[in-house]
């Protein structure tokens, strides 16, 4: 049998539709790879699928909503992403929100801007968060029936294994056989992304630890392969 040995270059994209649950999913988890396809000139776009207005943390902040938007300007500035669009169902119940009706606010985002796939969390959310479970499975209804890829951002079981062990988390991680890409990155962006969310940032823990288990690598996998 031949040995599983995952690509370490990126599609070849001329546009990159990224949907995803929250302001911050875009840099906490995709920076990096983000950072990849725009510095490769690709074209990329951010649909947010909630304002992130749930969140524990940022509570002083009056319109907490508002606030995480213009996080996510800011950040999208530094990664380069050519337009971001933020949609209004509710953080910490995208899961129970009307299914039809937020694939059709997918449809629309492809509809718009052709992009030649997708970028999402792997089907777990990574973190199991069930908002970004939801908006990967929102994103693969979107596209049911069609020719366009879908390739999630996940980690290693190995990965995942540390950091449930160290930080008690319920990461999520895929063996190496189910690993497409494992590509080299760059975190400079990224980390800059990371700190324009500043309402979210919380120093240490979950996020600084995975990155530095990362490194500079970033693992890959089709939800919806190439045709």
Do not use: C, Y
């Amino acid at each position: 049998m031949d040995q599983h040995t995952p690509a370490t270059h990126l599609p070849a994209w001329d546009r990159v539709l990224v949907v995803v649950a929250h302001p911050d999913d875009e840099s906490f988890g995709l920076g990096a790879v983000i950072d990849k396809f725009t510095s490769g000139q690709s074209e990329v776009h951010v649909l947010t699928l909630t304002h992130g207005e749930a969140s524990t943390l940022g509570g002083e902040i009056d319109d907490l909503a508002a606030e995480r938007r213009q996080e996510l300007l800011r950040a999208s500035e530094i990664l380069n992403i050519s337009s971001v669009e933020l949609r209004d169902w509710p953080d910490g119940g995208l899961e129970h929100a009307d299914e039809h009706s937020v694939v059709e606010d997918i449809k629309r985002a492809i509809a718009k801007h052709q992009p030649d796939g997708l970028l999402v969390f792997e089907r777990q959310g990574v973190n199991r968060h069930p908002d970004h479970a939801a908006a990967t499975a929102r994103a693969l209804s979107a596209v049911a029936g069609t020719t366009i890829p879908v390739l999630a951002w996940t980690v290693t079981k190995e990965v995942a294994r540390q950091l449930n062990a160290e930080i008690g988390s319920i990461m999520h991680g895929d063996l190496p056989e189910d690993i497409d890409f494992t590509i080299t990155v760059s975190r400079e962006k990224q980390l800059r992304a990371i700190n324009a969310h500043v309402s979210q940032v919380v120093p240490g823990g979950l996020l600084f630890r995975r990155l530095e288990l990362l490194g500079d690598n970033e693992s890959l996998r089709w939800l919806q392969a190439p045709a």
